[in-house]
């Protein structure tokens, strides 16, 4: 990890899980092996809390939760029970649930049956309090520009107008 204090936050997470009395299924502490630098093991913590902090909150680290739903629609509303929207995963090989689950997940990102990369034709954008817009492609520019139509007449006839978008604040 990038710094101590970053390290501290993954420690601090996976102890108020085990707190909470969530399962650590792999991981959960210092690799004894690596003793310079701020390593942290990847952790998978089982939780049945959708309102826990490990589900509720970003980490930034090498820690991710798990849990257990009983069905599509659970899973879909639990999804979208967050103040954060940046990227979510789909893997089923159900296509009415694949179109279902992109319609329905409130996430800038969509990624079914992969964990990415990003392309770059895409727009890499958040949704709720992840991302203040679109980044890298022409919809990033976008925010950055306010639409507005002309309508011209040259002639002293007056014919079918004539479409002039301008892109400029």
């Known amino acids: 990890m990038v710094s101590q204090n970053e390290r501290k936050t993954a420690e601090d997470f996976v102890q108020r899980a085990r707190d909470e009395g969530d399962k650590i299924i792999v991981g959960g502490s210092e690799p004894s092996r690596m003793k310079k630098g701020y390593f942290y093991e990847p952790t998978v913590i089982e939780t049945t809390n959708q309102k826990s902090s490990l589900i509720q909150e970003e980490i930034f680290g090498p820690v991710v939760p798990v849990m257990e739903v009983d069905n599509f629609d659970t899973a879909i509303e639990y999804a979208n029970d967050s103040i954060y929207g940046l990227a979510s995963y789909v893997f089923t090989k159900d296509n009415g649930r ?32 992840t991302g203040i817009g679109a980044e890298g492609s022409k919809y990033g520019l976008e925010c950055y ?19 002039f978008p301008y892109r400029g604040k």
């Open 98 to 129: 694949v179109f279902k689950a992109m319609h329905r997940i409130k996430f800038g990102e969509c990624y079914v049956n992969q964990v990415g990369p990003e392309q770059l034709q895409g727009a890499h954008t958040g949704f709720r309090q």
């Open 145 to 163: 520009t306010q639409l507005k139509t002309c309508y011209l007449d040259w002639s002293d006839n007056p014919s079918l107008p004539y479409l």
